[in-house]
């Protein structure tokens, strides 16, 4: 009898101690940990294009272009549209994570690509999903929500609000992320924390393969369509860009 009522003493211990472990876990696991094994392609990044776009190298020397799926970060590179607040920050932060040559882990929903060819996925890098990475500090929005491509898009949602709740990035001026997108226009009256220390530099590549980056000074900046942008020049070099002669 005694016997027993020790293993049911050390067996409620046990429940107890595994509760508290429960009980205790941070909050900042919030999101998804491991991609679907079923789902995954494996890829190398050939280069960050901006915040939610990278082109990568399949295992089959195919190179593709990548849409960031269920997210939007402001534009940089959109020859219709001037550079948004926030997005070379959420270029710098991606290219950060996926810097060329560094391999990755397609995860992909039920569309293959989008209607200009690019492929679809959640992007995994070193045990993080960049794309929800993106949207816990503020870089991006959750956009683009079409079925059947919504696996994820509760979570992402869950951890949207916590940045708009601690007002991170793109959520520091009250409606400037939209569900339409992002109003400039608003940004005129609120000074932006972070988008300050950024200098906007454009990076482009001419015919001959070269690579060029343009400073706002410059005489051609206005024209210049980047392929990547660069908040100082330093990080333009470290890319391989050189200094436009102007």
Known sequence: MKQWLNK?????????????????????LLGIQQPDENQVTE??????????????????????????????????????KPIQPFGPEASRYTKDALPAGSDVLLERDQSKADRYGRLLAYVW????????????KGLARVAYI?????????????????AKGKTLGIWQTKGYATDRGFDTSVMKETPMKESADCENIKGNINRQGK????????????????????????????????????
């Open 125 to 136: 890098a070193d045990g993080k999903m960049i794309n929800q990475e993106l949207l816990r």
């Open 43 to 80: 890829a190398t990044v050939e280069r960050v294009i901006d915040g939610d776009t990278v082109k990568v190298r399949l295992k089959n020397g195919q190179t593709e272009d990548v849409r960031f799926l269920l997210i939007d970060t402001p534009e940089t590179v959109n020859p219709e």
């Open 146 to 162: 079409y079925e059947p491509d919504t696996r994820y898009v509760e979570t992402f949602q869950e951890i949207e609000d916590e």
């Open 8 to 28: 049911i003493i050390l067996m409620t211990g046990f429940v107890f101690m595994s509760g508290c472990a429960l009980d205790s876990e941070p909050t900042e």
């Open 211 to 246: 690579k060029i980056y343009h400073v706002e000074s410059g005489r051609s900046y206005q024209e210049v369509n980047p392929e990547e942008m660069f908040c100082n020049e330093q990080e333009a070099k470290e890319a391989g860009f050189v200094r436009a002669d102007n």
